[in-house]
């Protein structure tokens, strides 16, 4: 069976017919969920099986469920889950307390996602939180310091994966430093790169055995100061293969970010040449899709592996007693200090 190294948005809440054929000829790898894509929990798992059905094989589902101002699943068929800081304000007074918290979050978040048959979440964000950075990570990140994100998003994870999701780290290697969105326009950092070694490569390097990552759309000027991490063989192989250690399926960001120059294609082209595994292409335009999709080869067969690898992790969900979970996360947050 033939699959092709891209994971695709659709445009809605049911696939149109032109969007049928076109995922059945064009066999991604995996599709992603946004908000558009959402109404109510059973419109949400008919899509699913739709998207499933159209490719013909138990494709991964993928969404960014992180909680805060990043999460496609709302209120009123959803909580509202909080944002990653909380969790690192915590950890300054109770560690312990915090990493629990964390990691029965991700556990509801997972079981919320296995209840729709999504079984990948873009969470962690192991990116640091940066006073000159730009707002984009804010309060998604955890805290300031490699050690204490590195912590949390563990323990994130692992909540993730106790409840059979597979969680992706992001945004590799490091977009808290960033001066600007990357949806809109490309950053260029400036560190030196002993600074970025030592602090925000850290916290992904311990990090590196997840099975799923995302690349950054960002310069970082003392390596490769003409290419974005994304399309820069320079950042893939010398820094999140070899510096990171990180060794599972690495996808692009969203090729159709304003961060990235030149057409889809040549976007596409140039990610995979620099070692992405994976193309991922969001705002569900059939147009775009196409040129992607004529773009992304056919899986290698050490991505198979990868892949095959990371989708055994999955396991059953047993989501009985998830509103404790919730609520024992409400209390160890806000808690009286």
């Not at 990691?103 to 999504?118: C, K, P, T, V, Y």
């Amino acid at each position: 069976m033939t699959v092709r190294a891209f994971i695709s948005g659709c445009a809605g809440t049911r696939l149109s017919p032109e969007e049928r054929v076109f995922f059945a000829e064009s066999a991604p790898w995996g599709f992603i969920l946004f908000a558009r894509n959402v109404e109510d929990p059973a419109q949400v798992r008919a899509l699913v099986d739709e998207l499933r059905a159209a490719v013909g094989w138990n494709a991964p589902v993928l969404i960014d469920q992180e909680g805060g101002r990043v999460q496609r699943l709302r209120p009123p068929y959803w909580p509202d889950y909080p944002a990653a800081e909380p969790f690192g304000v915590l950890h300054d007074r109770d560690p312990e307390a915090a990493l629990k918290a964390v990691r029965l979050n991700s556990r509801a978040i997972a079981a919320d996602l296995a209840a729709l048959g999504i079984d990948v979440d873009c969470l962690p964000v192991a990116d640091l939180r940066h006073p000159d950075g730009h707002g984009i990570i804010g309060n998604r990140a955890y805290g300031e310091t490699p050690a204490k994100v590195a912590a949390l998003a563990r323990a994130a994870s692992d909540g993730l994966l106790d409840g059979g999701v597979l969680p992706v780290v992001k945004h590799l290697p490091g977009h808290g430093r960033a001066p600007a969105d990357s949806h809109e326009r490309l950053p260029v950092v400036a560190a030196p790169r002993a600074v970025l070694e030592s602090e925000d490569f850290a916290a992904f390097r311990a990090l590196a055995d997840l099975p799923l990552g995302m690349t950054a759309h960002v310069v970082y000027r003392d390596i490769d100061p003409d290419r974005p991490a994304t399309t820069s063989p320079v950042m893939i192989a010398d820094v999140i293969r070899r510096d990171i250690g990180f060794s599972g399926l690495l996808m692009s960001d969203d090729l159709s970010m304003g961060a990235l120059a030149g057409s889809l294609s040549d976007r596409g082209r140039g990610a995979i040449a620099a070692g992405c595994d994976l193309l991922l292409h969001c705002n569900g335009r059939l147009e775009e899709m196409r040129e992607v999709a004529a773009v992304a080869p056919d899986l290698s067969k050490l991505a198979a592996a990868r892949a095959e690898r990371a989708l055994a992790l999955r396991r059953k969900v047993d989501a009985g007693d998830v509103a404790a979970l919730r609520a024992e996360v409400q209390h160890l947050l806000f808690r009286e200090a």
